[in-house]
Nanobody
Framework: QVRLVESGGGLVQAGGSLRLSCAYS????????MAWFRQAPGKERAFVAG????????YYEDSVKGRFTISRDNAKNTASLQMNSLKPEDTAVYYC????????????????WGQGTQVTVSS
């Protein structure tokens, strides 16, 4: 059974940085593509960044390009989202998700989700 646990969220001032982690357990992690999504209050869950199963392909939502970096360590069954130059509009609950298919950015495409970690950026 696949299980995902996010950590690393918190409160940070605008311009600061946070690093989110996603710990995976279950079937072979390297078979799964992985993505980060976020959900702000009153808004729908939205794609942030994705990474292929082998880690060689990454893709981002436009508003985070150049500020966020997604990575993974298949040997450690973990993935990370390094977030720099944070803005108040980045405030949301952040979720990691996995699926066997690569290159997806739709919420409905992912079958396995973590419980989320809160990121709050103050102005």
């Amino acid at each position: 059974q696949v299980r995902l646990v996010e950590s690393g969220g918190g409160l940070v001032q605008a311009g600061g940085s946070l690093r989110l982690s996603c710990a995976y357990s279950g079937r072979t992690f390297s078979r799964y593509a992985m993505a980060w999504f976020r959900q702000a209050p009153g808004k729908e869950r939205a794609f942030v960044a994705g990474i292929s199963s082998g880690g060689g392909y990454t893709y981002y939502e436009d508003s985070v390009k150049g500020r966020f970096t997604i990575s993974r360590d298949n040997a450690k069954n973990t993935a990370s989202l390094q977030m720099n130059s944070l803005k108040p509009e980045d405030t949301a609950v952040y979720y990691c998700a996995v699926d066997r298919r690569n290159g997806l950015n739709l919420v409905t495409s992912y079958n396995f989700w973590g419980q989320g970690t809160q990121v709050t950026v103050s102005s």
